[in-house]
Structure formats: structure tokens, C-alpha cells
């Protein structure tokens, strides 16, 4: 039989071919920053950078479902567990959080050519493939280590991304704002995994959240709750929950357009897994989650600010006439409605088997939301052009007749945002609220999940008002200034007609990304291996 | 009083006393000297628990390379209006409250903690410590930290690009490809 030293270095070994795609986005950065130097050509950058992607798909589409096969191999025969050992783990989400990245990377190349001139092409395309590499990374991250430096690997490169287009004093602060508060929110991270490290001694978050678990049967440390609690806090920035979400309007209003549409998914999508792989909902514990409902008040924490943060976002941006600020408050509401899905999860009992588990809604609803917001950002980016800034709502009016497509496109974003049935955002919104209501769990906790789902769709119809004045404008207004005619980038329409495809798909079919996000997130617990947790 | 304790008060004393130099001084170079201080009295408590390359860590990386660089930057930018910043009354009320009740909570929290002295108490040096950074644990149930280390790499390529990046951009303005903004 293997030893434990056995298991580890093959599992130490075997994790480099774990992250070959990541490998191959982060060599096509490196090739993309001297390309920058040899060849400073927007064409050439780009190219390079599609076939990166291209080759990261490839790669993944050729490991398949091997990985996880392979993962397991290396405890055949043991009794150990590979959750408390590893620290890059290919089950569960990785898969799908990988395919997210890729997909979401191809957008966002496709949004970047407006942006970029041949001066800065190389590092902005290098940036964005460092970003994507991170963010595919987080879904199968298993180490405190590894996920900080993971969600580094996103932070650090977007500072670069919003300085690069450099062009007024709006897009200085709004980098600069985000940088000190963005390094503020990984200090208070790094600050929590402190904690949880010296409580349990180790980094690697299958056994630390083991020892957690098997510490919380009988006394809560409190230690551990201020820890997890600096944790939120530092994802609540990421997520921009309210009270974290303060940069948000001044970033998305002074940034360059398609970095603004990044800053609106990827650190959200991140945030959001990294919060549910924090909390256990991924690798559930043999002993239950570290922080149950009916031990701790973070389930509950966690409740008000999902209440708040779409009440927020939803109330202030019914007063918004800036385009980008009102998508920004837009996406602080949408942080709520994610929330209820997180919530649901951390409230569930050891033992149930619910038909959605709030974590796979959470996921499904964040697919949905990065569909419809970067579609949207996207046409903002179309539409807009030196001659004709589109900033306000007022400035869209007209469209429907100047630009009957796009016009249509952004009539497909907007209904999905809303929640309109025959559209990704309403099947995203239905799982949540039926996860919430449906959830098996004792009374009190059940009257706080169906306040919960009433509150978010109170939400959804003050959120109606202002997605729908902007459809308004768009068909039933005089244009104020037309939007020039001007021969303009193509890609970026492009990009949106991909999401509206999407959109209208996972719409009408849920059920193409709804199994997988459910084969994503299975209920089943991990067997730990209590001897091999002691002994760490 | 032996005369652990007595180490232990001097510099637990230096570091308090320095960390609240740090945030009543308005001035924010005095500020930075205390930090420095509040940092080394930091790594002599390192020195003084017996983990000496936390310590010398300390001492290297923050006292020598960051505090240098923070003072520099205080230097080079602290004009006029921004060189002193006064706090107000409310300021002083609303932080000083928040700072309380924090480290109230956190006072709180570490003595509700039993902690359980290790057994082995042989801590490692840099040798070990070198070995695991570069994937070969020592013990099982260790982990090695090769791949975090290679993403720290992949960091600081990224910084330096946007630091050559801010450097360059003065001197090449974005107006000299005009033709190149929509295509």
C-alpha cells in the first residue's frame, strides 16, 4: 500500500497536468509582452491571443473528464482522502469554472479591439489572459496559498488593464480608486486566512475546513468567526455587496468601457467561487459546514446582506441617468440576488437532498448575469465613438430606428435583466427564489428564506422600472445628438450577439447549463479521513 | 519578573507605542518613522518566539525594502496641502470607535482561544523552509508551495510591465496613432 509521503508527492507531481491550460494562457501572456516590444501591431496581439485561447480550449477539451479519473487514481488503494492533501483539485466545479474563463476570455478579446491601439495592444491582451488564467484557477484552487495568490493573479492585472487606455482624469481615478481599495480588501483577506491558518495549522482548505467542522461539534471558536467574517468582508468587495460596493459607480463610470465590462463579471464570478469554497459548499466536510446555521450567526450575516445589497443597488439606480452607473448599481442588486443561492447552502442540514442547492442556482444565475451585463456593456461599446459619447440614458435615443439591431439586442439583455420569462435572467431568478422557498429546512430559518425570496422579488419588479426606461428611450424617443454612422468596430456586436444567443438559449433550454452546474456542485459529502487530519 | 518577561514588555511597549505614533501624528513622514519602528519592534518579537527567519524576513523586507520606499514616496509627493493631514473631531470619534471596538473583539478572541503548545519544538530554518518553497516536503502532511511560488512570479512580470508601462507612457503620448482608434 502507499504511504502518505507516497500519495503526496504523486499528487505534488501530478498537479502540474491539472493546470496546462493555465499554463498555456500564461505563456501566451509572456509571448504577447515581447510580441509588444518586437512587433507593436493590434492585428498580430490579438491573433497571438485568440490562439492561446484557442490552444486552452483545445487542452481542456482533450482532458475531459481524465482529470478528475487521474485524481482519483492517486489514492486508489489508500485511505486517504485527496480533498486533504491536494492543492489543485480538477472535481467538483473546476471543470466548469474552467470552460466559464475560457469562454468569457474569447468575449472579452473580442471587446478589447475597439480599446487598444498597436502602442498597447501586447500588455492589455497579456493582461487579460494572466486575468482569465487566474480566474480559471480559482475553481480548483485547494490551498489558502494558492487561492490568494489566484485572486491576485486577477487584481493585479486589472489595475494595469483600467490605467492602459489611459486618457482623462475619470479613468485615472477610477484606477486608482480601485487599486487602493481592491489591495485594501486582499489586506483584510490575507489578515482572515491568517487566523484560519493558525487555528488549524494548515493551508490546505479540505483539512482546514475538517478541522473547523470537527472543532465546531463542540465549542464555536471565536477566532474563527472573526476570521471567516474578514473573509466575507474581502469577497464582499469583490462581489460588490453592499457596505463594499462604494468604488463600484465611480470605476464603471471613469473606466475604459471593455474593462469596465471585465470589472462587472470577473472579479464577481471569482468572488463568488471563492466564497463557497470558503465556506465548504463545495467540499462539504464529513462533520457538517464549519459554520452551520444553527451554531453561528453567518448564514445569517450573510441573509441581511443579500437583502440590503439588492435593495440598494436596485433603489439607487432607479435614480441614475449615467449609462455605466446605473449598470454598476445594476450589478450591485444582481450581487444580492446571488447571494440567496449562498445563503440557501449554508443553511441546508447535513443530510437533505434538495432538488437545487442554492449553490448550482448561485452559479447558474452568475452565467446568466455575466451573459446579459457584458452583452450590454458591449453594445455601450458599439454605440459609442469620440464624435458621439454615449454617457446618459438620453444619449441612446433613437436607436431603435438608427440601429435596429443592436437596439434589439440590447431589448434582449435588458428583459433578461429584468427577469422576463423566455430569458437566461429569469430561469436564473426562478432557481434562486425556488431554491429559497423550497429549501428543507425547521421553521424559523424557513420563514427567513421565504422573506428572502419575497424581498428579491419585490427587487425584481423596482428593478423593471429602470431597465425598461431604458428601452423606452431607445424606441420611443427623438434622438437627442443621433449616434454617429461613423464605420465602427464590428467585433463588439459581434460579441453581443453571441451573449443574446446565450441569453435567449439558456432562456428557452435551462437545462444546457443547468446539469452541469448541477453536476458542478453535487451534495454528497467528501469522506475525510480523520487520522489523516490529526496527524496535520 | 524574569527576564523573558521583561524583553517581552520592552518590546510588546516599543511596538504599541509605535503603532499609535503611527496614527496620531498628522505628518505623514513621522507617521512612516514610527511604522518603521512599530514594524521592527514587530520582528524582535518575531527574534524573541524563536522564529528567527520570520524575523530576519521582517527585518529585510519591510524595514529595509518597504519603509524606504514608503518614506521616498511620502518625499517625492508630500506638497504643500497633503503634507499634513489633519484629522477631525469626527474622524477622531468614528475611526477611534471602530478601531476600539475592534481590537476589543479581537483582545477578546485571543484570550477565549486555549492554544496547545506544540510538542516538537524545534522550529525549521531557512534550509527546510527553502526546500518546501521549491516542492520537497520534508515530513508528510507538509505541503509544497512550487506552483504558488511560480504565480508569484507571473505577479511581478505583470507589475514590472505596467511599471515600465507608466514610465514609457509620458514620453510616447497616445496621439501619435490617431488612425488607430476605430477600425
Known sequence: MKSLADVQNALLAGAVHFVLPEVVLVGTACLLFVLAVVYPRRTAAVGLALIGLTWAVALTYSVGSGETTAFWAFVEGTPYSPHLLAAIDPTGLAALIRWLALASGFIFVLLAWPEIQDHNAGEYLGCLLVMIAGSSLIGRVNDLVSLFLALEMVSIPTYVLLYLPLRGRGEQEAAVKYFLLSILSSGVLLFGFSYLYGLTGTTNLGALLAVLSAAHQHAITPMALIAILMVIAAFGFRISAVPFQFYAPDVYQGGPTGVVAQIAFIPKFIGFVALVRVLGLVIRPQDGLPFEASTTLIPLVLWVMAIVTMTFGNVLALLQDDLKRLLAYSGIAHSGYMLIGIVVACGLPGNSTPALSGVDATLFYLIAYGLMTVGAFALILYWNSQERPIRTIDNLGGLGESHPLSAALMTVFLFSLIGMPMTAGFAGKFMLFVSAFEAPVEPPMQNLYRILAVVAAVNAAIGAVYYLRIVGVMYLRDPLHPVSSARRAVLPLFAACLCAIGTVAFGVYPRLIADSTQQATPLVEVPGNAAVVARM | ?183
Not at chain 2, 36 to 42: D, P, R
Not at chain 2, 116 to 144: F, I, S
Not at chain 2, 145 to 164: D, G, K, Q, T
Open chain 2, 1 to 183: 519578573m524574569t527576564f523573558h518577561d521583561a524583553l517581552f514588555l520592552i518590546l510588546a511597549t516599543a511596538s504599541a507605542v509605535s503603532a499609535l505614533g503611527v496614527v496620531v501624528s498628522s505628518s505623514i513622514i513621522r507617521s512612516a518613522i514610527w511604522l518603521l519602528f512599530m514594524l521592527m519592534g514587530v520582528s524582535g518579537l518575531y527574534f524573541f518566539l524563536g522564529a528567527e527567519f520570520l524575523g530576519a524576513a521582517q527585518l529585510i523586507v519591510y524595514v529595509g525594502g518597504t519603509m524606504v520606499l514608503v518614506v521616498f514616496g511620502g518625499m517625492l509627493t508630500t506638497r504643500g496641502p497633503f503634507d499634513h493631514v489633519p484629522v477631525g473631531l469626527v474622524g477622531w470619534v468614528l475611526g477611534g470607535g471602530l478601531s476600539l471596538a475592534l481590537f476589543a473583539l479581537l483582545v477578546q478572541a485571543s484570550l477565549s482561544f486555549v492554544s496547545h503548545p506544540r510538542t516538537d519544538t524545534a522550529l525549521p530554518g531557512t534550509g527546510p523552509l527553502g526546500l518546501t518553497l521549491l516542492g520537497v516536503p520534508e515530513t508528510p502532511g507538509q505541503t509544497a508551495y512550487l506552483l504558488p511560488f511560480e504565480i508569484v512570479s507571473i505577479h511581478l512580470l505583470v507589475v514590472l510591465i505596467a511599471a515600465a508601462y507608466l514610465a514609457r507612457a509620458k514620453r510616447r503620448p497616445t496621439s501619435t496613432h490617431p488612425e488607430a482608434d476605430h477600425g
